[in-house]
């Protein structure tokens, strides 16, 4: 009988924008407060990308690390796919950008949007991709700079969001299977809730739409918050009943880094102590679709993750999507 495919995570790597945005210097750009922010996200800065640094670049710096971690070179990966909202262009792809920088020619490069689910659903694709034995190295990438889709006169989203970028190579292996579970889902009804109105097919870019800030994320706060919850609490328990494993087996909870209390009412609703749950936002802010790998790679960077441990991501976004994965590191 032919062996499965397992898959391997070969490595991961994460980029952070030098410039710094601190809740004091918000309180110069619009009316709000370190207090306001702090209390009602967790957030206390963001990073901010360069006018000449687009998402590919972040994107790209994140990869070299991801390849160095794994000790593979460039020309050994087969597919690249990048997660994002934020892509340099509406089209070529990021990933045809980010192909081109690490010059790895007529290797498949495509991007997918999941919103700030996006790096599950890419767990996810690339499984697949794997297992089928059609590709054996895969680049996966989250980036995404929010900061330049932000209208930086309206308090209710200026104040959540943050760029960055993280990477993660996920090779087939005849030893070992380290996803061992991925749940994913979404709600297109909420479409309206969380999103950017105009540059699209539906509303192309007019001197009107620029004037009216339509380039710019708009949010129903109150809603996003509502339908988050219970639905990473739903995604992050069939993912773990998926994965045949019990909370006791996770070493780490890595949820979407959108908002504190978020992550601690689903954290609540599961059932795990906030000890277990891994938390960076107070300095990254909102990243979407980077801010669940950039977060696993930070937990394994400081030393919270070692190899073999068991840890779950779980993220929703605009969509809205939601998804969640169980893997072993
Ligand atoms: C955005 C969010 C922080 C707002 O918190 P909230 O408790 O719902 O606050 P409200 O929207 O009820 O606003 C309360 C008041 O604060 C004000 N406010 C909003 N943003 C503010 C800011 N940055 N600074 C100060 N006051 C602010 C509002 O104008 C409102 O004032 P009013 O009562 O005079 O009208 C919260 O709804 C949230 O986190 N939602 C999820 C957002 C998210 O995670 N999005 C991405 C998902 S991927």
């Known amino acids: ?19 710094v945005l601190t809740n ?23 990073r901010m990308s360069e006018k000449n640094e687009p998402t590919s670049e972040l994107a790209f710096r994140a990869s070299v690390e991801a390849l160095k971690f794994a000790n593979i070179l460039p020309e050994q990966i087969d597919m690249i796919l990048v997660a994002t909202v934020t892509p340099d262009m509406l089209f070529p792809s990021t990933a045809c950008f980010l192909q081109a920088k690490l010059n790895i020619p007529s290797v498949p490069a495509f991007d997918l949007l999941a919103s700030c689910s996006g790096f599950i659903y890419g767990i996810s694709i690339a499984r697949a991709f794997i297992e089928s034995g059609l590709y054996k190295r895969i680049l996966l990438v989250g980036a995404d700079e929010l ?5 930086w006169t309206d308090r209710n989203t200026c104040v959540l969001f943050g760029d960055g970028a993280g990477a993660m190579i996920l090779s087939a292996s005849y030893e070992t299977d380290n996803i061992l579970s991925v749940f994913l889902g979404a709600d297109g009804s909420y479409s309206n809730s969380l999103f950017l109105p105009a540059g699209g097919t539906s ?13 710019t994320i708009k949010m129903h706060g109150k809603e996003v918050f509502r339908v988050a919850v219970p639905k990473m609490v739903l995604a992050a328990k069939k993912a773990l009943e998926f994965s045949e494993k019990t909370l006791e087996n996770i070493k780490l909870f890595i949820p979407h880094q959108a908002n504190m209390r978020i992550i601690e009412a689903v954290a609540r609703k599961m059932g795990i102590s906030m000890d277990k749950v891994f938390v960076n936002i107070h300095k990254t802010g909102n990243v979407s679709s980077a801010t669940t790998i950039t977060a696993l790679d930070e937990a394994i960077k400081i030393g919270r993750l070692q190899n073999g441990d068991i840890v779950e991501l779980v993220a929703f976004g605009g969509g809205f999507t939601w998804g969640a994965a169980v893997i072993r590191i």
């Not at 009988?1 to 410039?19: N, Q, W």
């Not at 004091?24 to 963001?46: C, F, H, N, P, Y």
């Not at 900061?147 to 209208?151: L, R, S, V």
């Not at 509303?203 to 380039?215: M, R, Y």
Request: proline share 3%; net charge positive; glycine share 6%.
């Open 1 to 19: 009988m032919k062996k499965k495919i397992g898959v391997k995570i070969s490595g991961t790597g994460s980029y952070f924008p030098k410039k």
């Open 147 to 151: 900061t330049k889709i932000t209208d």
């Open 24 to 46: 004091v210097d918000l309180e110069k750009m619009v009316d709000t407060s370190d207090e306001w922010i702090s209390a009602r996200t967790g957030i206390k800065e963001r």
């Open 203 to 215: 509303n192309p870019a007019t001197i009107d739409t620029v004037n009216k800030k339509l380039h």
